[in-house]
């Protein structure tokens, strides 16, 4: 018969054992779960190369993301993105502290050392708790339990070596072996080495405004770019706390970003199509610049997205939710951008997990992708229209590659140079050719404010 706990005591009343519990009992320390939520997030994203974009969805995420109070949801941004764009010279240093490598079996806990580390030396965070966590981390797993000396010790000589440590690995290059030697190959080793560099710097925050670029960057303590955005101080919270925002005077928006659109020159009252829209920075790039646009995307979830955007900053475009190889208008368009799906290496400021989570077959096949909807999107373009066809990757397989494809057996089209004085400072993203490519190492801001831009590519056609 089973026991009943239970039974002959008051209701409401606690049950009253003697028995001591069975194994280890643990509250929770602070900064735990933010912490066991962190390592799962960093296993997916080396391990199973899950992107973080979507475990971080506030709504459709990772549960263990989801779960945390929105304070934690900032600490796993924050050691995640710190994580990553650190991560092999944090492993290198780990393999200088560990006698002996740690063993297959054993990654929750190669995971656990690389966020500790990088708390310890990147984010500020003191050695004890950072330390403390990543033991308690340890004792909490059966199958890691016998290495929470290991934790201890190696740990607690970061915090006692840090800056000779930080030395010694000064020159380990922070990005994928496949991805830094694809770089040397397209850029050469310096420039390669300096956008190595670069990336280890997150990206600042930049607006496009309706108008008034010079007034908006006095109040909002900004710069005005040469190339129109406005570059913002570091700040602590939410853009939805500016001024501004609520009122849709501005968008958040990459200097590099906003560039395509501004190659189509006046097009104020002509007909435009943005065919790979949300969320829908470069429609309203065109809709402020007095276009009648149409959006066409093909997740209905982003282009919710987009449609919020838009309705925030008081713009009106048709909506069109489809993929868009299937999108045959009965009219043709004088302005046609396609800002297409890409491996997105050009923005690793930003997002550091792309380069773990995407591998040169991806780029190949990406490119194979481009191909396809650059050749449909031409096909939208009216007689003496253009199309600006751009993406955020940093191989010209993405980009110049797929261009001279297609115009081998294009020849009603012709490209439209950018004018080298157009964004003074940014003179050396000007390809020969008059396309533009940005890497994170161009643009130098005045001091106070982040240097660099996402790395980018565009190119203007005419349809003759
Ligand atoms: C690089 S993002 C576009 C960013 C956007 N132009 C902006 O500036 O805000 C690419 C977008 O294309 C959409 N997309 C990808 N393939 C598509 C297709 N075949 N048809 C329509 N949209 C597509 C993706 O869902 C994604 O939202």
């Known amino acids: 018969m089973e026991l009943n706990e239970n039974s002959g005591r008051n209701k409401g009343q606690k049950p009253q054992t003697n028995k001591r519990p069975q194994g280890r009992v643990y509250e929770n320390k602070p900064g735990l779960e933010a912490r066991l939520a962190a390592s799962r997030l960093l296993a997916a994203v080396i391990d199973r190369k899950t992107s973080l974009d979507g475990m971080m969805d506030g709504d459709h995420g990772n549960p263990a993301y989801t779960a945390l109070s929105d304070a934690d949801r900032g600490l796993v941004r924050a050691i995640l993105n710190t994580s990553l764009r650190f991560l092999p010279r944090i492993e290198a240093m780990l ?4 006698d002996t490598p740690l063993p297959d079996g054993a990654r929750a806990l190669h995971h656990s050392l690389i966020i500790a580390a990088a708390q310890m030396l990147y984010l500020d965070v003191p050695d ?8 308690e981390q340890a004792n909490r797993d059966p199958r890691n339990r016998r290495f929470a000396k290991v934790v201890n010790a190696v740990l607690r000589r970061i915090g006692r070596e840090k800056q000779a440590l930080l030395d010694e690995t000064a020159d380990v290059v922070c990005m994928p072996g496949w991805f830094f030697d694809r770089l040397v190959s397209v850029y050469g080793a310096d420039e390669a080495r300096r956008i190595a560099d670069a990336q280890m710097t997150p990206a600042a925050i930049d607006l496009t405004t309706k108008s008034d670029a010079a007034q908006w960057a006095e109040r909002l303590n900004g710069v005005v770019l040469p190339t129109g955005s406005v570059r913002l101080a570091s700040f602590a919270g939410g853009v939805a706390a500016l001024n501004g925002f609520e009122e849709g005077i501005w968008w958040v928006q990459d200097a590099a970003a906003a560039l395509p659109v501004q190659m189509f020159g006046d ?26 646009v149409t959006a066409v995307e093909q997740s209905a979830n982003r282009l919710k997205r987009l449609d919020g955007n838009l309705q925030r900053l008081g713009f009106e475009a048709e909506l069109v ?11 043709l368009f004088d302005v046609v951008l396609l800002d297409a799906p890409c491996s997105s290496t050009g923005t690793t400021r930003r997002h550091p997990d792309v380069l773990y989570t995407k591998g040169p077959q991806d780029i190949t096949k990406l490119a194979g992708v481009q191909e396809k909807l650059l ?10 229209g253009s199309i600006v066809f751009s993406n955020c990757s940093l191989d010209p397989l993405e980009g110049e590659d797929v261009v001279v494809k297609v115009l081998a057996d294009h020849p ?47 190119c203007h056609l005419r349809k003759i």
Request: aromatic letters at 6%; proline letters at 7%; one cysteine or more.
């Open 375 to 384: 050749r449909h999107a031409m096909t939208l373009v009216a007689p003496g």
């Open 128 to 135: 004890h708790s950072a330390v403390d966590l990543a033991v």
């Open 412 to 458: 009603d089209f012709q490209r439209v140079p950018v004018q080298a004085e157009q964004w003074p400072g940014l003179e050396a993203a000007i390809t020969p050719l008059g396309e533009f490519r940005t890497t994170p190492a161009m643009l130098q801001v005045a001091d106070g404010f982040s240097s660099g831009l996402d790395g980018f590519y565009a």
């Open 95 to 98: 393999s200088l502290l560990l």
């Open 321 to 331: 939710q489809t993929d868009l190889m299937e999108f045959k208008p009965d009219d």
């Open 267 to 292: 097009i104020a009252g002509k007909r435009a199509v943005d065919l790979c829209a949300a969320p829908g920075g470069k429609t309203a790039q065109l809709l402020c610049a007095g276009a009648k």
